[in-house]
């Protein structure tokens, strides 16, 4: 189920509610969450819950083990089964066909193994069960005895099946003890409006602008400005459609009671690639830093290991969007310009750089990696690379297509660059609080209703991320 | 504290009114079949719930289709969707048209049919890899013996554009077995399906990736039915003269030329062993649209001394010019068929009557019929024009009253194989 859904905001949503509230206990409140939870999971495809509960099981149990030995060895030992278990499901599903067909592709053998259907989530919750084995191993969280407990805070649904990746000493507390609020719940609904506004209004006609210029197509002859749209019009619809999702995840967990963590904070503003990172999919960047960089050295080392540690991060964190050479490519793209940041740059240098200029070159970085981002055949991503800057076969500087395009959504572009700019926020803090809360609230009322004209124009509309 | 309770009743409505219009779907939709004439289809009603539809994921699917197709109101907020869209929008009506043209994605402009590229995306979603997911709707297609249609690229690789089940297929041929059913026994029923230029401009617009297009659904309909169908594939006949630069589709309405109909026409002729008139022989005046003065086109002329006649409540006649020379499109010819019944008397004396099953595609097909028949009658089946108050009767009852010899059955593929027009409109409309 998505949250974009009439099945979720018609039916699900609702009474999901209705059942939370009926009775104050934790317990109930556990239940009735756990219960909604799974029916959410289940929802269209029911069969892979049971690969959820089994990650669930293992990891239960390598913790259960990890807190009753008290010697390294077996407490590694456990650890070590528990982040093998998991990941072998993560590479099965995800990865398994991709290495064996590249292998089979180096060394010329005729094998090819099919492509599985990818479980949705898999990867967002099979790093959140991990954080948890991990924080339990290096005793930055109790052991959690209750698998009920241990199960809700992995398919908790605001959160299971795109993020933003909820690291278990977070919510830890929150599992036990959520008193109800009623600001926390008005500010969550507000935030839920407000995402999904954004995934059904802004992020599908970007989506519709694209697949009008659609860059993918061989068919299509790119000109400058067609491949320069295209890639505009990407880079925004990937950030609302993901950003709306964490705005939704937040605004349902506030719901709930829960407290996530912001997952983007306007990344397009950045000044620098390192500010882009903190700014954007902010808890998969807290993942690998804190169990992936940190645990390999972090930057306390050699310049020559550090580089090694932030190529390995990147191109990990290239593949775990995706089992294809684009996304790989695609995290070394970052790697790279991190690597020169740092250590070929340097923060000084960059700083001197003005700002009006740091933020539109920064920008324009991401929209070429976004190229990457789009494409799993490189060669079209090269093709339209290519046509950004004017090279290749008879590429014109425009075409009658791409005119058609961006009169036709003439508006978009300069809504969506609104609406991903600190605007909103900037003038929320030049008013007064009331103001400015009743003014929201009004403005989230419209928004729902918007959402709701817009979702009824529209088809089934899965989220870009669920891929990953 | 009292503003802040304010917020909370505010956004518990908000939940509390989404759970209304659910409870009202859920509750109050009809069981009845609902169809939306503005989209022509069968809006989705509750499907019935089997645990293989709910493990195989598509009784999920078909309920969200449930409820997005019987929100209260929807007609409304469809139209408020658009308005909206359109107030960011500062193009003109021929740069509409340019798109409308030009999409890439014949899903969009092919209607109902089932479209690969669709497909292929929800493939993609799962596997990344779009070569990969061209290959499983090919495997996917053979091992349902169903059918595809493709476009087919220099290096050998293909496009598929429409893949049609061989569910589909099987009811198809059904259909128009009932039609073969209605007409004597030395009559025969000729069918073609016609691609949406959108999808010919996607093949001829890119020579250096395409080279040609085929199906092989309409082959399939011909192993289906018995002899006396006689099926012919447009892709086929038209192909050669596409390639050789021929206009065979209009740049400026979604319709075929002329040029493409007749060289169909000259094929069902033929198989009649008959001589097709030779194009030349044809009286026509050039017409140039005024804002699209690229494509041209051509109106045969004069008809007479045919008549033409709008029929309503069995046979009530309602005499229209034959042309609307004053129009710039195919609809100009035979003014007025996409009616639920429609009569020309065609002035020629062979002693045999066809019936036309179409869209607007078999306009400009059905003028070269002109000189074998004494009586030309149609029928548009297509639930926005079909009034069965309005004939009166069923389309076969009509069938049987005018002594029809020979069928011919042209639609665009989006009216084809897999449409609820061909599968479940027409056989309704018949009976």
């Known amino acids: 189920m998505v949250f974009s859904s009439m099945t979720f905001l018609l039916l699900f949503l609702p009474i999901t509610l209705l059942l939370y509230s009926v009775r104050k206990s934790i317990r109930w409140k556990n239940s009735v969450l756990l219960t909604a939870s799974l029916i959410f999971y289940a929802w269209g495809e029911p069969v892979y819950i049971l690969l959820m509960l089994l990650s669930v099981g293992v990891n239960y149990l390598c913790a259960l083990g990890i807190d009753q030995n008290s010697k390294k060895s077996l407490r590694r030992a456990w ?60 005793r930055k969280a109790k052991v959690q005895k209750n698998p009920a407990k241990l199960l809700l805070y992995v398919s908790c649904f605001p959160q299971l099946i795109a993020g933003p990746i909820v690291q278990y000493a977070d919510v830890a507390g929150m599992l036990d003890n959520r008193p109800f609020d009623p600001i926390r719940f008005s500010e969550g609904a507000r935030r839920f409006a407000i995402g999904l506004s954004k995934k059904v209004i802004l992020a ?11 860059p993918a197509d061989p068919s299509i002859t790119l000109s400058v400005a067609g491949a320069w749209y295209a890639a505009l019009m990407y880079t925004f619809q990937i950030y609302f459609d993901f950003s709306a999702y964490s705005d939704m995840a937040i605004g349902l967990g506030r719901i709930f009671g829960f407290d996530y963590k912001e997952n983007f904070n306007y990344p397009y503003i950045s000044g620098s690639i390192t500010e882009f990172w903190r700014r954007w999919h902010i808890s998969l960047g807290s993942f690998f830093r804190d169990y992936v960089y940190i645990p390999l050295g972090g930057s306390r080392c050699s310049v020559k290991r550090a580089i090694f540690n932030m ?12 089992a294809s050479w684009n996304f790989i490519l695609w995290g070394m793209y970052y790697g790279i310009l991190l690597i020169t940041e740092r250590f070929v740059i340097g923060r000084e240098r960059m700083e001197k750089i003005p700002s009006v200029l740091r933020m539109p070159l920064i920008f324009v970085i991401a929209m070429f990696g976004w190229v990457l981002f789009y494409h799993t055949d490189l060669s079209l991503a090269l093709r339209q ?29 300069l809504i969506a660059a609104f609406a991903s700019l600190p605007v909103l926020p900037a003038l929320k803090k030049r008013m007064t609080g009331r103001i400015s809360e009743t003014l929201s609230y009004i403005a989230a009322t419209v928004l729902i209703i918007l959402s709701v004209i817009f979702l009824t124009g529209q088809s089934y509309n899965p989220f870009i991320y669920f891929r990953f | 504290m009292q503003k802040r309770n304010g917020y909370f009743i505010l956004s518990m409505w908000w939940f509390i009114l989404l759970a209304v219009m659910g409870g009202l779907i859920v509750f109050f939709t009809s069981d009845r079949e609902r169809i939306s004439m503005d989209e022509n289809r069968v809006l989705q009603n509750a499907p019935d719930f089997s645990l293989t539809g709910f493990f195989g994921g598509e009784y999920a699917a078909d309920f969200e289709r449930f ?51 669709e497909a292929d995306n929800t493939e993609e979603s ?30 050998g690789g293909s496009t598929v554009i429409y893949t049609y089940s061989e569910e589909n297929l099987k009811r198809s041929a059904e259909n128009i077995q009932k039609v073969v059913d209605l007409i004597p026994e030395d009559g025969k029923v000729y069918l073609t399906f016609v691609p949406f230029p959108v999808i010919a401009f996607r093949f001829t617009d890119s020579p250096k990736v395409y080279c040609g297009w085929r199906c092989n659904h309409i082959e399939k309909l011909d192993q289906l039915t018995s002899d006396r169908v006689k099926c012919f594939d447009s892709l086929r006949i038209l192909e050669p003269h596409m390639l050789a630069g021929e206009r065979m589709f209009l740049h400026f309405s979604h319709q075929w030329h002329i040029h493409g109909a007749y060289y169909v026409y000259s094929e069902m002729i033929r198989s009649q062993g008959l001589t097709p008139t030779p194009y030349e022989e044809y009286e026509y005046k050039i017409n140039h649209p005024p804002r699209y003065s690229e494509d041209s086109f051509e109106l045969l002329y004069p008809l007479a001394p045919a008549h033409n006649y709008q029929v309503s409540h069995i046979n009530q006649k309602k005499e229209y010019p034959l042309m609307y020379y004053i129009g710039a499109d195919n609809a100009s010819y035979l003014y007025g068929n996409q009616r639920p019944w429609h009569t020309v008397i065609t002035g020629f004396h062979t002693g045999r009557r066809a019936m036309i099953f179409g869209d607007c595609f078999n306009l400009s097909f059905s003028t070269f019929l002109l000189p074998y028949y004494d009586e030309l009658h149609f029928t548009d089946v297509r639930y926005n024009l079909f009034d069965r108050e309005e004939l009166g009767t069923s389309v076969a009852d009509m069938m049987q009253r005018n002594s029809i010899d020979d069928v011919y059955i042209v639609f665009s593929e989006a009216h084809g194989v897999n449409s609820s027009t061909f599968l479940r409109a027409f056989p309704q409309h018949l009976y």
């Open chain 1, 79 to 138: 650890l070590v089964i528990g982040v093998v278990a998991s990941m072998i499901f993560l590479v099965w599903f995800k990865y398994a066909a991709f290495l064996v067909n590249s292998f089979a592709g180096i060394f010329s053998a005729s094998f090819h193994m099919a492509e599985k259907k990818l479980p949705i989530g898999i990867s967002f919750y099979t790093f959140q069960v991990l954080t948890y084995t991990v924080d339990v191993y290096r």
């Open chain 1, 311 to 322: 190529m390995v991060v990147w191109s990990l964190t290239g593949m775990w969007h995706g």
């Open chain 2, 67 to 117: 409820l997005a197709d019987s929100v209260p109101g929807r007609n409304a907020l469809i139209s408020a969707s658009n308005t909206i869209t359109n107030l960011i929008a500062m193009n003109t009506s021929e740069d509409e048209f340019y798109l409308d043209t030009t999409m890439t994605k014949a899903a969009e402009f092919g209607g109902e049919q089932t479209d690969a590229s």
């Open chain 1, 204 to 214: 599908n006609l970007c989506g519709a602008a694209l697949s009008r210029i659609d």
């Open chain 1, 385 to 413: 690379t290519g046509a950004m800057i004017g090279i290749g076969s008879g590429v014109q500087l425009t075409d009658p297509l791409t005119t058609a395009v961006v009169r036709k959504y003439s508006v978009l572009p």
């Open chain 2, 126 to 155: 799962a596997n990344d890899d779009s070569s990969a997911s061209e290959k499983n709707s090919e495997n996917d297609v053979n091992e349902q013996n169903g059918a595809k249609f493709e476009l087919v690229k220099r290096d």
